[in-house]
């Protein structure tokens, strides 16, 4: 009945985990906030290794990277393995951030603690949102939120295309245009957590089995990851001008 605009929360999910009665809305919050410390670590490391030479923590951020890629498509299609492989996608992730975050702290130093404490407010704005029911999540919402997800994905993919030739994207600029399509992705991803938690909730109400508390708080940390990034990247354009 539902898609989510998170690609690893599909309604098929749900129907295959229905009658083992073991997951929780706490268990999923518990497992998510383990995943975030395991990132901090990690991107930690990196960070420290980018304080004497940026240059030395590309290396971790490219593995952590394609590393986190194969660590997700995994976790996606084989919910089943993320009591294992979500763990260690974290402290992929955590390399990819860690060194993401001290090359835009080189350039505007400042920015970062900027950038997650913008992340965990709209998270948690969102939540209160979503709580307080002042978006109606419905089957309408759902479609827009995954439509408006799969657009942005491809604005991208035409834009890395397009780069390989040479040829510059407004969009992607530190102008007008390319300042108001990072506050849009910055409000898509927003969107994202409020239907990330409206399907964790429905897994929760129908019974699913206790691993996909670990498939629910990985969902979450993928739209958590996007959204910081993308205030990272609008933070870094606000700066620049």
């Known amino acids: 009945m539902y898609r989510s605009g998170n690609p690893v929360l599909k309604s098929d999910r749900f129907s295959a985990a229905e009658g083992a009665g073991q997951m929780t809305i706490n268990g999923t919050i518990n497992k998510t906030g383990f995943l975030l410390l395991l990132a901090m670590v990690s991107a930690s490391y990196v960070w420290s290794v980018a304080l004497n030479n940026v240059n030395a923590a590309q290396g971790w951020m490219m593995a952590g990277l394609v590393g986190g890629f194969i660590c997700a498509m995994v976790c996606a ?7 294992f492989m979500s763990p260690v996608y974290a402290l992929l992730e ?38 307080a029911g002042i978006i109606k999540v419905n089957n309408k919402f759902i479609m827009g939120v995954a439509a408006a997800t799969g657009g942005i994905f491809l604005i991208y993919l035409f834009g890395f295309i397009l780069s390989l030739f040479g040829v510059p994207i407004s969009l992607f600029g530190n102008g007008i245009m390319g300042i108001g399509f990072s506050v849009l992705v910055v409000g898509i991803a927003s969107l994202n957590l409020v239907v990330d938690f409206f399907f964790i909730e429905q897994m929760s109400n129908r019974n699913a089995p206790k691993y996909m508390e670990w498939y629910g708080a990985f969902s979450l940390m993928i739209t958590l990851v996007w959204l910081y990034i993308s205030i990272l990247r609008l933070l870094g354009k606000l700066n620049r001008n």
């Open 77 to 83: 299609f084989s919910p089943k393995s993320t009591p």
């Open 94 to 131: 955590g390399l990819f951030l860690g060194g993401i975050s001290a090359m835009y702290n080189k350039m505007y130093p400042g920015i970062v603690i900027q950038a997650v404490l913008g992340t965990f407010g709209v998270m948690l704005a969102m939540l209160f949102i979503y709580r």
